[in-house]
């Protein structure tokens, strides 16, 4: 028994024995093999390659990555003899092992080769780019290209006169091309209805009017010797055309590019007011309902009846397609017309100050117009030939070109508590046509002076109880009632912004609060169309 116990024993020591002998030779094999990189404390010391991410390998130099991905690409390229499209986006993984195997470089192409394989486009074309100002649409090819740009033209001409020529731009790169729009019947000659014979004896006269005929004098031309039609067009936009070559999924049919270039978009655009605008007249000018220009320009417009102040810049939205098109239409008419209106300006009147001095007429004639356009809006025109049959009469203006104050809110914060115009009447004692506009306010808060002007009334006013009056440069007035206290006097001029009162409620008031009125030409008006 006890020699079964030893030996079971020296069974035990040889099987460890053996199995620490094998690991140790296990263990200098893999050294000298070379596949486990020695470990040593150097930071990453195998790096995990991914393309497409998927990876593909692990090395021991993270620089050679880039190498082995260029070579792959040119292996996979080669194999082909049309041109390949394909994506192969590179990351890299380090860390620090111990023991690790990493893999040759011919395993990663072969890895690197399958992934860029499945992303190759066979369909990759030679395309050509439209680029109109910041828009850019890619088309199949340069007939493409000019038929796109052919489309534009041919919206606004049917005679076909007009045409595209696509041609390299010789101030820039090799590869931009750049439309222009040919009139085909330049450099044409008309040909002459019949053949003049040279005379016998007058060979100087002749000579002599063959070559006063080429001057045109537009004055003896009749109606019926000037040719119609469209005299030039052009595009507004820069047109640039770049080739190059894409896949087909980045292609833009020709159908679909034309509805996209040609097609109105909403384009934003301002409008600078200018004297003697109106919102009518503006409204009409960018054929904008009013109502829409107010919602645009809330900051500026309160209602249709705002006053509008010259310089400032309204927002409008104008439709434009992608690419627009200019032109000079030459039209016969026979019409009614009206004179420009002749403007007299008087440097004591304010801009706000016109007066007629002749009503306008209309009058007829007969005239051959060059008409401006872009896309289908009329820009301006000209007079080419004109018969006036009947004479119109020019309406003349006098107006102002001195800047009018301007108005601001009489005091800080508050609250409108009524508004001018009908109300149902305060405490059954305030009028039911309120002249003004209140403010609820904290008893005693400050009231300014909203403009410049020369206090005409201070003191107790009846149902105003203590109120201001002061009337300024441009005729207006702007009273303010129901103070509590007066700090101004009849006869003393205040400059915009000047305390004036303290707010109260005396008089017919239900409240501390501020009645601030304007009035033109002694007729009560809205004060907040002028603030």
């Known amino acids: ?257 034309i509805e996209n270039v040609t097609k109105e978009q909403e384009t934003p655009g301002e409008y600078e007011i200018k004297s003697g605008d109106t919102l009518s007249a503006i409204s009409l000018a960018v054929n904008i309902p009013m109502e829409t220009l107010v919602a645009l320009n809330p900051e500026k417009l309160e209602t249709v009846n705002s006053t509008l102040h010259i310089g400032d810049i309204l927002t409008i939205t104008v439709p434009e397609p992608e690419l627009s098109v200019e032109r000079i239409e030459r039209i016969y008419v026979e019409e009614v017309y009206d004179e420009e209106v002749i403007y007299i300006d008087n440097d004591e009147w304010y801009t706000t100050q016109t007066q007629v001095l002749q009503q306008p007429s209309s009058g007829y004639r007969k005239a051959i117009l060059d008409v401006h356009y872009t896309n289908d809006k009329e820009i301006g025109k000209e007079v080419v030939k004109e018969q006036i049959l009947l004479e119109a009469v020019p309406k003349i203006v006098e107006r102002g070109t001195k800047i009018p104050p301007t108005y601001v809110k009489p005091i800080y914060g508050g609250r409108i508590s009524s508004y001018f115009g009908y109300r149902s009447s305060p405490g059954g004692i305030g009028s039911t046509n309120h002249r003004g506009v209140d403010w609820a306010v904290p008893y005693g808060s400050s009231v300014y002076a909203s403009s410049g002007g020369v206090v005409s009334f201070s003191g107790w006013g009846g149902s105003y109880g203590y109120v201001v009056y002061i009337d300024h440069p441009d005729g207006r007035q702007t009273r303010y009632a129901h103070n509590s206290r007066l700090v101004v006097s009849v006869g003393q001029y205040v400059n915009q912004g000047d305390l004036i009162a303290y707010s109260g409620s005396t008089g017919a008031s239900t409240g501390p609060h501020v009645h601030f009125e304007m009035r033109i030409n002694g007729v009560a008006v809205n004060p907040l169309d002028y603030l």
């Not at 692990?58 to 880039?66: F, G, L, P, V």
């Not at 850019?136 to 493409?144: E, K």
């Not at 001057?215 to 019926?224: K, L, R, T």
């Open 1 to 257: 028994m006890i020699r079964q116990r030893k030996i079971r024993r020296t069974h035990k020591r040889i099987e460890l024995g053996f199995v620490l002998s094998s690991l140790l030779a296990l263990f200098v094999f893999l050294i000298f093999w070379g596949g486990i990189p020695k470990f040593e404390h150097t930071g990453d010391n195998t790096f995990h390659i991914y393309v497409n991410g998927s990876e593909v390998g692990t090395i021991d130099d993270d620089s050679r990555a880039e190498h082995l991905l260029i070579e792959s690409r040119r292996r996979v390229a080669s194999a082909s003899k049309s041109l390949m499209f394909m994506t192969g986006d590179i990351s890299i993984r380090g860390e620090e092992q111990l023991f690790g195997k990493v893999d040759s470089d011919e395993y990663v192409m072969e890895k690197m080769q399958e992934v860029l394989k499945k992303t190759v486009d066979e369909n990759i074309q030679r395309t050509c780019t439209v680029k109109i100002q910041e828009y850019m649409v890619t088309l199949r090819n340069l007939d493409d290209a000019r038929k796109l740009l052919q489309a534009a033209l041919d919206l606004y001409d049917d005679s076909g006169r007009f045409v595209v020529e696509l041609s390299n731009s010789g101030d820039r790169d090799f590869n931009v091309i750049t439309p222009k729009v040919i009139n085909t019947e330049d450099g044409k000659e008309e040909e002459p209805e019949e053949q003049l014979e040279l005379p016998v004896g007058g060979v100087s006269a002749y000579i002599s009017d063959w070559g006063l005929s080429e001057v045109v004098d537009e004055d003896s031309m009749s109606f019926v010797d000037y040719k119609l039609g469209v005299l030039a067009m052009n595009f507004i936009e820069e047109v640039e055309i770049s080739q190059g070559y894409l896949p087909n999924s980045q292609v833009t049919d020709l159908e679909t590019a």
